[in-house]
């Protein structure tokens, strides 16, 4: 198949690329580093395929230029699918095929990685290191081990986030909509959300971005939580309300936190802007606090991680290409 790749960067080529010459017939991929957009949709023209990512806008209005350009499978190289009008594809005879899994343990070490950075404020001490400051104040920490940790979803990437927290000696709360039969073995109390706030010294998110969980974690979650706990987010952006954070980073009541998600990260997310001025006044706040450790969705960025999603990603559009169906389509497969 004909395959337009919006939002490419070297490292997707290079991943694609591999799958896509492994898989026996291979595809004809042409990249680009446009994102999808009603702008941009022309540029699929000629394609049966194309191949989104996280920030790429895929609304009814996209959708329909690309139907009408022939597009029939929209292949997201991501899990989450929240940018795409799913009601708007099924009408427009569009497949739309994710990567529902593609090593949890890439995200749950990156997010254990920001706790231990956080707690140890080791992003402060290299910085000071660098500067010829080998003064410990304003450093100190506290051990992982006692502590208690709330898990808020415990999909692949929350239970794998548990197994490393458990190797801590933390205890672990958790809530999800369907707690999962592994949270037993690895010492899971499964509580609400109100109470999981309250008595987590850390609470980590790992839940899908639904109208149910948009803005989860508002001004009144932000007052049910341990004063100065910490707060972690590598889910999606829009989980949390990035001004009610603010509020709490200058109140006390939110202790550390760190972001590997933003919602909103389009316009920031994935590109060099180091000789630019920051245009989102909300974003640049958040960088002022010592307290706070933002990495630009990097939480997926292992070699395991894109080898997977290359591969899942091809193998969508190969199945399609021979049975008209993919391998994991979002409109037909059990989401819960």
Request: net charge negative; hydrophobic share 50%; proline share 3%.
């Amino acid at each position: 198949m004909q395959i337009v790749v919006f939002s490419a960067k070297p490292y997707d080529r290079q991943f694609l690329d591999a799958a896509n010459a492994a898989g026996g017939s291979p595809h004809v991929l042409t990249y680009l580093e446009a994102r999808l957009s009603l702008e941009t949709a022309a540029l699929a023209d000629g394609a049966q395929a194309v191949c989104a990512f996280v920030n790429d806008q895929a609304d009814a209005a996209v959708l329909a230029n690309l139907a009408g350009r022939g597009v029939r499978i929209l292949a997201l190289r991501s899990a989450g699918f929240n940018n795409v009008d799913l009601v708007a594809a099924q009408r427009l005879g569009i497949t739309v095929a994710r990567v529902p899994a593609y090593s949890p343990e890439s995200v749950a070490e990156h997010t254990v990685a920001m706790m231990l950075s956080l707690n140890r404020h080791i992003h402060r001490a290299y910085a000071r290191v660098r500067e010829g400051n080998f003064a410990l104040d304003g450093l100190l920490g506290f051990d992982m081990h006692g502590r208690t940790a709330g898990i808020i979803g415990t999909g692949r990437i929350g239970l794998a986030v548990a197994r490393i927290l458990r190797g801590f000696g933390c205890r672990l709360l958790a809530h999800d909509p369907y707690p999962a039969e592994e949270g037993a073995a690895l010492g899971l109390e499964y509580v609400d959300v109100p109470t999981l706030l309250a008595r987590s010294d850390i609470v980590t998110l790992h839940c899908p971005l639904t109208p149910a969980t948009h803005h989860m974690i508002d001004a009144a979650a932000i007052a049910q939580m341990r004063r100065g706990a910490m707060l972690i987010n590598t889910s999606r952006g829009a989980i949390v309300d990035t001004r009610a954070v603010i509020a709490g980073l200058k109140s006390g009541a939110i202790g550390l936190l760190g972001l590997d998600v933003y919602e909103e990260e389009a316009d920031l997310f994935f590109e060099d802007l180091s000789g630019q001025m920051l245009q989102d006044d909300i974003f640049a706040r958040l960088l002022t606090f010592p307290n706070v450790l933002v990495t630009a969705h990097q939480a997926f960025f292992t070699t395991e991680a894109l080898t997977a999603i290359a591969e899942t990603t091809i193998g969508n559009i190969t199945a399609f290409a021979e049975t008209g169906q993919a391998l994991h389509a979002v409109s037909t497969e059990k989401l819960a």
